[in-house]
């Protein structure tokens, strides 16, 4: 969101994209919610998403799981159901999470993934 927003953080992250950058659907579904409700039509806000080039995993089962397991981890530091996927996923693929929510950072070594702070 910092780079559709264009935001602080907005150049680290777009050096992010350049590279292989994934996201849940879970996720893409968090980003579109946000672009609409802060009054971007459906179809430009597909068309903003689409233009990241990200490669969009599908909330599986075993993501849902492992997702759904960091509650105990995340509860407390208010994350969302997104900010599980997207965690879950950076886990599985390997790669690191790159995120402008400090708490994340908080709880890498707990959740088993590295965190990249755009700002």
């Known amino acids: 969101m910092a780079y559709l927003n264009e935001e602080s953080g907005a150049e680290t992250a777009e050096s992010w994209l350049d590279q292989e950058a994934a996201i849940s659907a879970?996720?893409?579904q968090e980003t579109m919610a946000n672009l609409v409700r802060n009054g971007i039509d459906r179809e430009s806000a597909v068309e903003l998403i689409g233009a990241l080039g990200l490669d969009i995993y599908p909330l599986d089962l075993d993501l849902a799981i492992e997702g759904g397991a960091l509650i105990t981890v995340t509860q407390s530091k208010g994350l969302s159901h997104g900010d599980r996927a997207c965690l879950s996923l950076a886990r599985h693929l390997g790669?690191?999470?790159v995120t402008a929510d400090r708490i994340w950072a908080?709880?890498?070594d707990d959740v088993g993934v590295d965190v990249v702070l755009i700002r």
């Open 95 to 97: 790669l690191p999470a």
């Open 26 to 28: 879970l996720c893409v």
């Open 106 to 108: 908080e709880i890498a």
